[in-house]
């Protein structure tokens, strides 16, 4: 009855503890002063075993017993470094006393697919502490999770540090027909190829995206004008595709040239005008790019009109995502280069005189003001005709709102068959040594050099002086002649006249004797 009595007493203890065994194993984690005690980051390489030491320091006002150190992976290699080969990776210590240190050694593998940055690896600790007495100890387990940061070098990925873009690094890349292939950049995947193994530009496990080159249609842009802006976007990550981008465009209000003028009043409170979206808003959106992969996008500008003629620089910012949502930003420079029309007029043209014969001069005389807010250089005047020769002058540079006269002195060589046009041709080179010319016109007659009769009047003298005879003589001649001639034809009239009267006389005679 006894030995029954004992074994119910047993099994009832044994029910008693049970329960708070389990609840002790399933207890929720509780903090502990046993620490990771490094202040040394860890650094390791894609694809490569390492080894990493983490010292334990027991901080507890008793010793510990059964510690172990477990490290908790994650799925993606964008959060955990590691690859996980087996389960239940951790390593395990009998004790540590109060006060004392205990290192503990892992081996890993860096998986290859890893980023250049530092990664948070979690560890769970687990250890068990006396919480009564020498004499009648009481063991409580004690569960808590610590956090150590390794650094990670990633696979080295060629991504292109883009410069500054301007039209005329691409315009040679084959890719514009009326376009500005801005081709700044170029329209060069080679080049961009060729300068992404410089190893100061490389940033690897993230997907870069730059600007690969743009064009604007049509190619040359002038100030005030409207025109298309064609981006070309260039994932250059190898593997990993982006998507939602997002891309913001601001102009800065400065030139990407190295002058100091700024006449324009350009600053960074009026930078958001200089080129006006059309549609109002100056943000583009990409749906994905794939790895390795660009895509165009195309937005349509206005250039402020009161823009000076240089180039300026245009800010391209963007947004995207990888395949886990992971968020990236990237930022570019494109340079656009804006034009000023040359626009000058010429003052009411003044030819003096209106008509010269052939061997004489005449002067042809007008001013040239330069209306436009670009200098034109190398300003010179022709006048085109065949019936002069001459009319040529170098006026030399014309500042913006500054004027010129001309005066031009030409000299009769033809007679003129027609109306008396001349033309008159103002050529001039604008800020980028580009020649242009503007045209208008004059009047201005070229008689014969002298009548017919003067010749032979000429002819007349110099035949009677070679017979001897003075020009008194010959108009003394010629006065007698007309002098005699002058006679008969008044004694032929007179005759006439008394004729008529006796006629008269023979009609009308009879009646008056009746």
């Known amino acids: 009855m006894k030995k ?20 002790a194993g399933n207890k929720p984690l509780d ?4 620490i990771i005690d490094t202040k040394t980051v860890p650094e390791c390489s894609y694809g490569e075993k390492v080894t990493i030491t983490i010292p334990l320091k027991n901080n507890e006002n008793v010793d510990v017993t059964n510690v172990m150190l477990e490290p908790v992976p994650k799925a993606s290699a964008e959060e955990y470094p590691f690859t996980t080969t087996k389960t239940n990776v951790y390593q395990y210590v009998d004790g540590i006393e109060k006060g004392e240190k205990a290192k503990l050694d892992f081996e890993f593998t860096v998986s290859k697919d890893v980023l250049t940055k530092e990664y948070p690896v979690e560890f769970q600790l687990t250890y068990s502490k006396n919480v009564g007495t020498e004499e009648s100890p009481s063991y409580k387990d004690v569960r808590f999770s610590k956090t150590i940061y390794v650094r990670v070098t990633g ?3 060629e991504v292109t540090v883009t410069p500054t873009v301007t039209p005329e690094d691409t315009n040679g890349g084959g890719d514009s027909s009326d376009s500005g292939d801005g081709g700044n950049m170029g329209d060069s995947s080679s080049s961009s190829e060729d300068s992404s193994d410089s190893s100061d530009s490389k940033k690897t496990g993230t997907p870069r995206v730059i600007v690969d080159g743009f064009r604007t249609e049509p190619q040359t842009i002038n100030a005030g004008e409207t ?8 994932n250059t990550s190898k593997k990993t595709a982006i998507s939602n981008m997002e891309i913001n465009l601001e102009a800065n ?14 600053t960074a409170g009026t930078a958001s005008d200089i080129f006006m979206p059309v549609k109002g808003s100056n943000t583009l959106f990409v749906d994905s790019i794939g790895a390795d992969k660009t895509e165009e996008v195309e937005i349509d500008l206005t250039a402020r009109a009161d823009l000076t003629q240089k180039p300026y620089q245009l800010a391209v910012s963007m947004k995207y995502e990888d395949v886990n949502a992971q968020q990236y930003e990237a930022a570019s420079t494109i340079s656009i280069p804006i034009k000023q029309k040359a626009r000058f007029d010429v003052s009411t043209i003044q030819v003096s005189p209106e008509s010269i014969m052939v061997g004489e001069e005449g002067n042809v005389n007008f001013n040239i003001n330069n209306k436009g807010r670009t200098k034109l250089y190398n300003v010179s005047v022709q006048l085109e005709s065949d019936t002069i020769t001459g009319g040529d002058t170098y006026v030399g540079n014309l500042e913006s709102g500054a004027s010129s006269n001309v005066d031009l002195m030409v000299t009769g060589a033809q007679e003129t068959e027609d109306e008396g046009e001349i033309k008159i041709v103002i050529s001039y080179e604008d800020q980028d040594g580009k020649p242009d010319a503007y045209e208008t016109t004059c009047n201005l007659y070229v008689m014969p050099a002298s009548m017919e009769t003067d010749g032979i009047i000429d002819d007349m003298v110099d035949e009677n002086a070679n017979n001897g005879m003075s020009l008194w003589m010959i108009l003394g001649i010629v006065v007698a002649v007309l002098v005699v001639v002058g006679s008969v034809i008044a004694v032929i009239i007179k005759r006439k006249h008394k004729k008529e009267e006796d006629f008269a006389d023979e009609i009308f005679g009879s009646d008056k004797d009746e």
């Open 4 to 23: 029954m009595r004992r074994i119910l007493i047993g099994v009832i203890c044994v029910m008693m503890v049970f329960p708070s065994v389990v609840w």
């Open 31 to 34: 903090y502990g002063w046993v």
């Open 155 to 157: 696979k080295p990925e």
């Open 227 to 234: 025109f298309k802006l064609i981006l070309k976007v260039r």
């Open 253 to 266: 209000g400065t030139s990407s040239s190295s002058s100091s003028d700024s006449d324009d009043g350009v």
